[in-house]
């Protein structure tokens, strides 16, 4: 599987971007990742039996849940006691975040941050030995993952670098605004009911503080991945969404 991720500050317009490139573009070259988790599942060998994986791969292949093979999918492809973080293909990566929020006063910001590195970690782990296809993440590893900056190079090898797959996707798509864009996007997300975990309750000065300090954080992640070597295209998210798919699917479609 060839890796790319969709990156950006919350607020950007990641989703939509996302949800309108699999609706408009036709003409491409890789999946989503509910397009690859079907795929994926149905090639997976299941042992012949009553059993929860046997059971759920007879459902997949019906047409009675279509609307359910999604969900399916990940049931197959994902156990619940799963957990690849510790495993050497992540581990470095997971030794970052883990020193990121060391320093972490909220619990449950930490909790949160783990189990939705974990979860994205572990589809991906699912998803790599199954598929050859390039596949588009929204809200993949790297997405969850922080504390990636470029001192990354001077405190570790580029043999344990290089064997970190979340550090190593095939290219990544960089949305970004102007800040006082961004921060308008935010507040306006916010006053329509959208939440997320993270800012859910700051408001005035605090939610402007965080929002710099995540937007900072997007850019430094982005450099360091650069000096590493992962291809990087910059979408400005100001301009028309019909030119910036077309941007993004050439991009894709041209990765070898």
């Known amino acids: 599987m060839k890796s790319i991720e969709l990156l950006g500050a919350s607020g950007v317009g990641k989703t939509y971007l996302y949800q309108k490139l699999f609706e408009v573009c036709n003409e491409r070259k890789y999946l989503s990742v509910k397009e690859a988790c ?22 997949l292949n019906t047409n009675m849940v279509a609307k359910k093979k999604y969900g399916l999918s990940r049931k197959i492809l994902l156990h619940q006691d799963l957990d690849c973080t510790s495993s050497p293909n992540y581990l470095l990566s997971s030794a970052l975040l883990n020193h990121f929020l060391a320093t972490e006063l909220n619990i449950e910001v930490v909790n949160k941050r783990k189990e939705n590195f974990k979860r994205c970690v572990n589809l991906q782990a699912a998803l790599r030995p199954v598929l050859t296809d390039k596949v588009l993440f929204d809200e993949g590893a790297l997405h969850h993952h922080h504390g990636l900056t470029r001192t990354v190079s001077l405190m570790h090898t580029p043999t344990e670098i290089k064997r970190d797959v979340v550090l190593n996707p095939n290219a990544v798509i960089f949305l970004e605004l102007p800040f006082e864009k961004h921060l308008s996007r935010i507040i306006e997300r916010k006053e329509k009911g959208i939440q997320t975990f993270s800012h859910a309750k700051l408001s005035g000065v605090a939610l402007e503080n965080y929002a710099k300090k995540s937007i900072a954080e997007y850019q430094e992640k982005i450099e360091t991945l650069k000096t590493l070597g992962v291809p990087v295209l910059h979408v400005n998210a100001e301009k028309e969404v019909a030119e910036n798919l077309k941007q993004i699917n050439a991009f894709i479609n041209n990765l070898n």
């Open 38 to 59: 079907i795929k994926a599942a149905s090639g997976v060998q299941t042992s012949f039996g009553f059993n929860k994986q046997w059971f759920y791969k007879l459902l």
